[in-house]
């Protein structure tokens, strides 16, 4: 629709799974299987990083039944601090990203305002230097949404189609510049992907200094 140069050119466009999400009331759609992180389960760890305050399960701010990441991001943190998740005890993997065909990743996420920054990152875990980074903004404050994130045209670099993308990070409230000035408490759950078959492995090697290692201004 409306593509600048695209007069007389046409094309074919698949269209399939159109889904409609009641977002809002629970961080749970009931649609969180498969390829997907459920964040209520044990299994799921966080490391955080670079100051921040916390990264652990907690109860739905809207559901007492349903479990969800609690990421809390304060004054004191760096302005790019965050936390992996892991799913292994002791290795910081995830079943491995197949992004050979699809590139979108969903999350949903739950706000203390509208127009907060969200960074996702997947990367190898054997080699840092192999990374994608990809940025969502907030639309809502106190409410469920669903985010979704791009890795076609990553903010941060680049596709790499031997790689093996298999540890994800998050980061709230994400700035190159400043932290918050006041502590700010972030929810995630369902984080859905497609996976490669056969999962993915790696050891618990993450790096300690994200501002020296690979950041992206």
Known sequence: FGTPGSAGG???FYFDDVQFVADGAS????TCSGSCI??????????????????AQAVDPLD??????QFVKGPSGQPWAGATIYTIAGTLSVPAFDLSTDRVVTLRVYAPAAGLTVRLKLEDATNPAVFLEQDALTTRAGEW????????????GSYD???????????PAF???????TDLTFYFD???????????GGVLMFASGYASNNRTV
């Open 27 to 30: 961080g749970n759609t009931g």
């Open 64 to 69: 007492p039944a349903n479990d969800v990441a």
């Open 145 to 156: 949404e669903t985010l979704s994130f791009d890795f076609a045209t990553p903010v941060g």
């Open 10 to 12: 046409g094309g074919t």
């Open 161 to 171: 189609p031997a790689g093996t993308y298999d540890r994800v990070s998050l980061f």
């Open 190 to 200: 369902e984080l859905q992907y497609t996976a490669v078959s056969g999962g993915g």
């Open 38 to 55: 459920d964040f209520s389960s044990p299994s799921v760890q966080y490391a955080p990083f670079e100051g921040l305050v916390l990264a």
């Open 175 to 181: 700035s190159t510049t400043a932290p918050p000035a």
